[in-house]
């Protein structure tokens, strides 16, 4: 099993709409999880991070986490054609010093106008 | 700050050549972290520093590879000799201490190896 597996798209929403991104980790002690959004040719950029179970909000963003389940989730509401890119979900490894980054393979959104 | 600096960003070579890539991190990040993106593999790290010395070189995909951070400033990514299958695009980040939730990205340099 890879240990941060997205489904690679593409996922195509109408302009407006809400899109739904998903992500799920195999490693238990995870305990950082992270959305990047990457468009083509460029480099990754952090949207939002979140650690506890629930829901995280940010503008049009949010981010949702379900440890039991091994699951997290980023919701964009009224979906923009400049919301089309590659979105990365990325987990930190579970031990206190720990700063790396483990990433899916990415998700291609395009937001139809 | 002008961010992470990466140079070349374009780095066409022949199979056997020796590549080196060059990182600048941001000012004052005493963390840098070497990543290179295929198609097939996604992002993967290869090798992270703190404090210009390497803390976790695993995800170096053989000896071919080696890195170095000289100073705060300043790191190299080298291959050598190269092969066609180290093409990709290789990311430089670096963090902040005490800041684990922020990685920021160089623009990348994208290696071709004929």
């Known amino acids: 099993q890879k240990e941060v597996e997205q489904n690679s798209g593409p996922l195509s929403v109408p302009e407006g709409a809400i899109a739904s991104l998903n992500c799920t980790y195999s490693?238990?002690?995870?305990?950082?999880f992270f959305w990047y959004r990457q468009y083509s040719g460029k480099s990754p950029e952090l949207i939002m991070f979140i650690y506890s179970n629930g829901d995280k909000e940010d503008g049009r963003f949010t981010a949702q986490l379900n440890k039991a389940s091994q699951y997290v989730s980023l919701l964009i509401r009224d979906s923009q054609p400049s919301d089309s890119a590659t979105y990365l979900c990325?987990?930190?490894?579970?031990?206190?010093?720990?700063?790396?980054?483990?990433f899916g393979k990415g998700t291609k959104l395009s937001v139809i106008p | 700050d002008a961010g992470v600096i990466q140079s070349p960003r374009h780095e066409v070579t022949e199979m056997g050549q020796e590549v080196t890539l060059r990182c600048k991190p941001i000012?004052?990040?005493?963390?840098l972290f070497w990543y290179r993106q295929t198609m097939m593999r996604g992002l993967e790290l290869l090798i992270y520093f703190n404090n210009n010395v390497p803390i976790d070189d695993s995800g170096m995909p053989e000896d071919r590879f080696s890195a170095k951070m000289p100073n705060a400033s300043f790191s190299t990514l080298k291959i050598q000799p190269s092969e066609p299958r180290d093409s990709a695009v290789y990311f430089c980040?670096?963090?902040?201490?005490?800041?684990?939730?922020?990685?920021?990205f160089g623009a990348g340099t994208r290696l071709s190896v004929l």
């Open positions: 990325a987990v930190r490894k579970s031990g206190a010093g720990s700063y790396q980054l483990t």
């Open positions: 490693d238990r002690g995870s305990q950082s």
């Open positions: 000012s004052g990040h005493d963390y």
């Open positions: 980040a670096s963090s902040p201490r005490g800041d684990k939730n922020i990685q920021y």
